[in-house]
């Protein structure tokens, strides 16, 4: 399964994507495949299956394969 951490070092700043991994079952800190930053604030993992990929006209992303989760779009 894929997973995705967000992480954030500062309070008033959104969770940024730092890195996506696949892993079987449910992933500890210590199967991260990054080393733990004592700056981070607040980190979150989400399995691939919980997030809806939205575009930025609104439509869902439906189809299966890469999403476009690695760009960034302007607010």
């Given at each position: 399964m894929t997973y995705h951490l967000y992480v954030r070092t500062a309070y008033a700043d959104p969770l940024e994507r730092l890195t996506s991994f696949e892993h079987d079952g449910v992933p500890r800190l210590e199967d991260l495949p990054v080393e733990v930053d004592p700056?981070?604030?607040?980190?979150?993992?989400?399995?691939?299956?919980?997030?809806?990929?939205?575009?930025?006209?609104g439509d869902l992303v439906t189809e299966p394969g890469p999403r476009p989760a690695t760009e960034e779009v302007p607010a």
């Open positions: 700056a981070w604030l607040e980190a979150v993992l989400i399995p691939d299956e919980a997030i809806t990929w939205v575009l930025r006209d």
